[in-house]
């Protein structure tokens, strides 16, 4: 009888293994070939007469094409979300509006399937999580916040809260439904009225969100959708009408904001990038460490303003993890989008890959020894391998600049000061995580380290009850929990 061939245990991780596609059906998607702007109501010809290409950048492929507002649709937004101001949405009763955000809210989880595919698509994210995390949370933030509208009095006791009117919001490409959601959802339910812009390469699920206001039978002008560049954004900033500022987006653009906005009286809250520290001590479950570092920077490719891109190692793990991060990157899975399987998708556009590749080259002339994995990438489209670096020193480019891609730096310490320290390094403070056994360490860390939120034990958790906001030049004023509604409302 012939003897099976004895197949040796390979303790190392396969980087050939295959799975089969899964690929999520495109055909749930429903794009039009052109948008107009979603102004009072419906959808409106750009005065501009201009449109431009929104792409999937896993293929480079045109989606669609979207308008591109000038200031003269700006204005027209603005007066249509001030009339629907003073003559609908302030005057409702906050039960009134709960209803509409609660309606909102169920017709997202209706169509979720419809907007994961559309995020992914448009924005390159994996399908596993826009249908996981992006699409959920987001009608999450709606259910939670239609919840205070008429409870207003008791997030705010004795104060008699009032809205501020005219909301303008700019968001990025990141997380575009999501951050749609984190701002229109707070804005809503304190009576304020909106006027969006959703960041260039991403408009399609704000979009689909106008659809939904429709649907939703919302009030025409509560909400308006304007799709266009920078210049839209700053229009939005310069307009007279506008009462607040909310804004999502680079350190560089808010400082901007900042002057644009300095003595007009308009209230503004900034969320701005990060370079958050990731601290394992020795006594941590090691594991559990290593896939929290993973999910902390390489979840959406690294384009997550609170990704975990600095690691701090405990100088006698440091070899184990180091080993550990590696053997896991080997698993992970670089491509198409719409598969199930991919763990990393595609970097979000040409221009956000060759920021990336930039620093990829500034880390190794300042030094530092590059490890990427060997994951095949798909030949067309914009792709990045997971990479760490090893040999970081903390003034060393990659160590203080947001990269924003699928990309970490490494250092050890030892002792828990140093690490405080080399932690608050940083001109950002909107994360970091702790990972120890031990929580009088975690306490301790948590009161120190100069970050909007610290995660212990676990990295990048979301609730709509949560708090959210930065330090430094990570930005000011918060979003979810009650403290987002503080962005909205005067006394
Ligand atoms: P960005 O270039 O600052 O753009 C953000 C938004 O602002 C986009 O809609 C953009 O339009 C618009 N914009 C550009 N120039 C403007 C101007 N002069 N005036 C008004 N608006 C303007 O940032 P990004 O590259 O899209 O996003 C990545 C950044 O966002 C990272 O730094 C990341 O850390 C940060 N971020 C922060 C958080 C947070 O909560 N703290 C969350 C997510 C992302 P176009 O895109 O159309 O040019
Ligand atoms: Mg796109």
Redo the contacts with the bound molecule.
């Keep these: 009888m012939a003897k099976a061939k004895s197949n040796t245990l390979k303790l190392k991780f396969d980087s050939a293994r295959n799975y089969a596609p899964a690929p999520e059906s495109k055909s749930a998607a429903k794009i039009n070939a052109r948008y107009d702007l979603f102004i009072n109501g419906k959808f409106e010809k750009p005065a501009s007469k201009k449109y431009f290409a929104t792409i999937n950048p896993a293929t480079e492929e045109k989606l669609s094409e979207v308008a591109d507002a000038n200031a003269a649709d700006v204005d027209k937004a603005v007066k249509a979300a001030r009339n629907a101001y003073g003559k609908t949405w302030k005057k409702m009763p906050g039960k009134e509006r709960a209803k509409y955000i609660y309606r909102i809210a169920r017709m997202i989880q209706e169509r979720a399937r419809e907007f994961s595919v559309i995020e992914t698509l448009d924005g390159g994210k994996p399908i596993r999580e826009s249908r996981d995390f992006d699409v959920p949370t987001a009608a999450n933030h709606f259910f939670y916040y239609a919840g205070w509208a008429d409870k207003l009095e008791y997030a705010f006791p004795n104060r008699n809260a009032q809205p501020l009117g005219v909301a303008g919001q700019?968001?990025?490409?990141?997380?575009p439904l999501l951050?749609a959601a984190w701002k229109i959802a707070p804005a809503l339910a304190t009576g304020n009225t909106v006027v969006l812009?959703?960041?260039?390469?991403t408009p399609l699920t704000a979009l689909k969100l106008a659809d939904i206001f429709q649907e939703a039978e919302l009030p025409p002008g509560v909400v308006n959708i304007i799709t266009?560049?920078?210049a839209?954004?700053?229009a939005?900033?310069n307009h007279a009408g506008v009462d607040k500022i909310a804004?999502?987006?680079?350190?560089?653009?808010?400082k901007?904001?900042q002057k644009a906005i300095a003595g007009t009286g308009k209230k503004a809250t900034l969320?701005?990038?990060?370079k958050a520290a990731n601290i394992i001590f020795e006594d941590a479950a090691i594991d559990q460490a290593v896939e929290g570092v993973v999910n902390g920077i390489f979840f959406n490719q690294g384009h997550?303003?609170?990704a975990g891109s600095r690691l701090y190692v405990q100088e006698s793990v440091y070899k184990e993890v180091v080993r550990k991060l590696k053997d896991r990157l080997e698993t992970m899975i670089v491509g198409d989008p719409l598969d199930k399987n991919t763990d990393i998708g595609a970097i979000n556009s040409k221009e956000q890959l060759a920021i990336i590749n930039k620093y990829l080259k500034i880390g190794q002339a300042e030094g530092a020894e590059m490890y990427q994995s060997s994951a095949a990438i798909p030949s067309k489209g914009f792709f990045c391998r997971p990479t760490i670096f090893t040999n970081v020193a903390q003034s060393n480019r990659i160590a203080q600049e947001?990269i924003?891609g699928p990309v970490l730096t490494i250092q050890s310490f030892r002792t828990d000061d140093e690490v405080i320290e080399k932690a608050n390094n940083t001109p950002y403070g909107?994360s970091a995580g702790v990972w120890t056994d031990k929580g009088s360490k975690i306490f301790n860390l948590t009161t120190k380290l100069r970050a909007g939120v610290v995660w212990a034990n676990t990295f990048n958790q979301f609730d709509p009850t949560s708090p959210?906001?930065?330090y430094k030049e990570?930005?000011y004023g918060r979003?979810g929990g009650l403290h987002g509604l503080y962005g909205y409302v005067r006394f």
């Design positions: 700019i968001i990025p490409w990141n997380f951050m812009k959703p960041a260039e390469n266009g560049a920078g839209t954004g700053a939005i900033v804004f999502t987006g680079s350190t560089d653009v808010g901007i904001i969320e701005l990038g990060g997550v303003c609170c947001e924003f909107l959210f906001g930065g990570s930005g979003e």
